[in-house]
């Protein structure tokens, strides 16, 4: 049963303070809380609305210059950057000032700021997993009363609304019918493998996958490699969000699917951490695959035959998408690969109004038109001309009109680079690009639309660390599989009845 907000974040603050998990250069549990500093928009008037967007992590840009946009419009409401770590020097850097990212301890400093300013409901309106030290905090947060439902905003929104924005993403998003965070764009993560090894129908059993691979000719691969850790980390690590209910506080890894799934991964020999040096490997039963753009139609293989790499159209037949190996078929997920957005639930509603008139701007056809492809202009020494090239975000606009617009720039080779690049005679033959076709654009429209689960990639942090342990210790031969389901469990079960 879901807590009452106020509960919610009692619990969570008190979660966020404690336990030890530190690693070299870690902040004491007892380190004060540090001040932070608010980006403030110049020449706000004083009968503004002024709405806080809590950061802990970078701002993408294309939103930062919105944000710019935004209050230079003089519309009466002003956006500031609350960000909680550009004060604290030497935060989650090394010994020589390098980032190299927050540890365990670091995290759970930050989650403690914003969770005590979530509380005080006038210090933040606009949140997202870009809020939270661990992204995982933001998925109890949504999930438990903390965001208001945002399809009240879009009833009067004649641009931005459920008609407008694509239904299948809202509907995976969706909790208990209420729509409480907005993905601005939507990527697949799945896998691919030649028909001739993987057949032809779609998202197999756990079953199937390992007959396949019995079937599969001596020297073969799972994406590459044949040593146990490489296995569990490109076939099962990717799906252990699924074993995560953040909406129930449950957890399921000692479920038939991890069980059979890590099993399978401790038949083949362990590295024990070692750099892994490839022994002859030929074919490759599957590739881990994200769709993350229309050039996806596309994937490559390596030919063994020619000892060079092709490309292959993937509605030609000659490769079938598998997702991950599940007992229901339902081994591909979608996921949020760039911004996700929510308004706080516990601002007024003038405040959240003014929010949406602001986060409703990232959903746009223009804006989402426009942020997908930077173009970009560079030198070729080798023969002294300027070329143009396009950056390309990793993600499916929701706006449908924006991901038709960018589909038909595909179609007609809008982004294709003029590189006249001279090619010395000694460099190994590249497969030639192709470019997507609209029968490649309703290919990957429609595998998109077959997949029904959404999953988020915030996978905490803590838990992470917990789970590769015990995987890592049974594969190196320290536990059997028993003990290993037992410990992993047991383990996750404790640490998210904490959140309850």
């Known amino acids: 049963m879901k807590k009452p907000i106020s509960v919610l974040f009692a619990s969570v603050i008190l979660l966020t303070g404690c336990g030890n998990n530190s690693g070299s250069g870690s902040v004491s549990e007892n380190a004060a809380v540090p001040e932070n500093r608010t980006e403030t928009a110049p020449d706000a008037a004083k009968d503004d609305i002024v709405l806080t967007m809590a950061c802990v992590y970078e701002v993408w840009e294309p939103v930062r210059e919105q944000i710019d946009k935004f209050n230079a419009e003089d519309n009466g409401i002003i956006i500031e950057i609350k960000n909680y770590t550009e004060d604290l020097e030497g935060l989650g850097c090394d010994e020589e000032g390098v980032f190299i990212g927050y540890n365990n301890d670091e995290l759970k400093m930050l989650d403690l700021q914003v969770m005590q300013d979530l509380i005080n409901k006038d210090d933040i309106d606009i949140i997202g997993p870009f809020s939270f030290g661990n992204g995982a905090k933001y998925e109890f947060f949504k999930q438990n009363g903390g965001c208001a439902d945002l399809y009240g905003f879009m009833e009067n929104d004649a641009e931005v609304n459920s008609g407008t924005l694509n239904e299948h993403i809202l509907s995976l998003n969706e909790c208990d019918g209420s729509l409480y965070s907005l993905p601005t764009h939507y990527a697949a993560w799945t896998m691919a493998g030649k028909t001739e090894y993987v057949g032809t129908e779609r998202n197999w059993t756990i079953d199937e996958f390992i007959d396949c691979w019995n079937a599969m000719p001596e020297g073969a691969s799972v994406n590459g490699s044949n040593i146990a850790e490489d296995i569990y980390y490109d076939v099962l690590r990717h799906n252990n969000a699924s074993f995560v209910d953040y909406d129930d506080y449950e957890v399921d890894f000692d479920s038939e699917d991890f069980r059979r799934m890590l099993e399978f991964c401790g038949t083949f020999p362990s590295n024990m951490g070692d750099k892994y040096e490839s022994d002859g490997i030929n074919e490759r039963l599957v590739q881990v695959i994200p769709i993350t753009n229309y050039k996806s139609a596309a994937v490559s293989e390596m030919n063994y035959v020619s000892h060079r790499t092709e490309k292959y159209r993937l509605r030609d037949g000659s490769h079938t998408l598998v997702g991950f190996p599940t007992s229901d078929r339902r081994g591909a997920y979608l996921f949020s690969p760039y911004y996700e957005?929510?308004?706080?639930?516990?601002?007024?509603?003038?405040?959240?109004?003014?929010?949406?008139?602001?986060?409703?701007?990232?959903?746009?056809?223009?804006?989402?038109?426009?942020?997908?492809?930077?173009?970009?202009?560079?030198?070729?020494?080798?023969t002294g001309d300027t070329y143009v090239d396009y950056l390309l975000l990793e993600g499916f606009p929701i706006n449908n009109a924006a991901r038709k617009n960018i589909a038909a720039a595909f179609v007609n080779g809008e982004y294709e680079s003029s590189s006249t690049a001279a090619v010395p005679e000694d460099a190994p033959m590249q497969p030639e690009e192709i470019k997507p076709e609209q029968a490649d654009i309703s290919y990957i429209d429609d595998y998109i639309a077959s997949i029904d689960r959404w999953e988020s990639p915030n996978l905490d942090r803590e838990l992470f660390s917990m789970v590769e342990e015990e995987v890592l210790a049974y594969l190196h031969g320290e536990h059997d599989i028993d003990t290993t389901i037992d410990l992993i469990q047991d383990r996750a079960s404790i640490w998210i009845s904490e959140l309850e």
């Open 341 to 382: 957005l929510s308004i706080c639930a516990n601002i007024s509603d003038e405040r959240q109004q003014a929010a949406w008139q602001f986060i409703r701007e990232l959903y746009t056809e223009e804006f989402q038109t426009e942020t997908f492809a930077t173009r970009r202009e560079s030198y070729n020494p080798q």
